[in-house]
């Protein structure tokens, strides 16, 4: 069991350099749906929902919609990127039964290099979870504290959906709308 988990694993970092060595980012559209129904399917099935959304809250922002805030108040649309950015973490994080509280240092990414870690940190997830027979091993782990995967589900992945919501709000207050060939139903771009 422990072999197929490396070897699954070495599948997904391979995948993920091969990703990084293209320069294409996952997510311009959805994947096929698989054929089966499991936990593990249709919980990579949110991720991935999440992703193509994510792909296209961010796809084109200038930094003029990155700096844009409402009020005094309110997030910019960077800060929301980078929250989400450390929600696919936290997501990730789950999927690898790595520990939240252990810090990478990745302090001061530009705006590019954090939407495509967050694309990678969630397609590596939603591979691991497809391919999963038991989700419930993915608990999300803040040290001595761990927490069921359905507070993964209500958590990380609902909130940064949340938030992709209110980059595609500020993006069209700060003059730059979301492409309206998108289709989040069909999870491609309308022809």
């Known amino acids: 069991m422990m072999q197929k988990t490396h070897l699954t694993l070495l599948i997904f970092i391979f995948g993920i350099m091969l990703s990084f060595s293209q320069d294409k980012l996952p997510y311009y559209e959805i994947p096929d749906a698989p054929e089966n129904y499991t936990a593990g ?8 929902g999440l992703g193509f959304r994510y792909y296209w809250a961010t796809e084109g922002l200038r930094q003029a919609d990155l700096d844009f805030k409402p009020n005094a108040n309110a997030r910019s ?3 929301t990127v980078e929250h989400i950015y450390n929600l696919s973490k936290i997501i990730v994080n789950s999927t690898l039964k790595k520990d939240n509280n252990e810090n990478d240092d990745e302090a001061g990414l530009s705006f590019n ?22 989700i419930s091993q993915y ?12 507070n993964q589900i209500n958590g990380p992945i609902e909130d940064a959906v949340w938030h992709c919501g209110q ?25």
């Open 41 to 48: 399917t249709v919980a990579a099935r949110a991720v991935d």
């Open 77 to 79: 649309s960077m800060e």
């Open 113 to 134: 290099d954090m939407r495509k870690a967050t694309l990678v940190n969630l397609k590596t997830a939603a591979d691991i979870l497809r391919n999963s027979e038991d």
């Open 139 to 150: 608990k999300l782990i803040f040290g001595e504290r761990e927490f069921p995967f359905w």
């Open 167 to 191: 980059i595609v709000l500020l993006r069209r207050s700060s003059g730059n709308p979301f492409n309206s060939k998108v289709s989040v139903f069909n999870g491609k771009l309308r022809e």
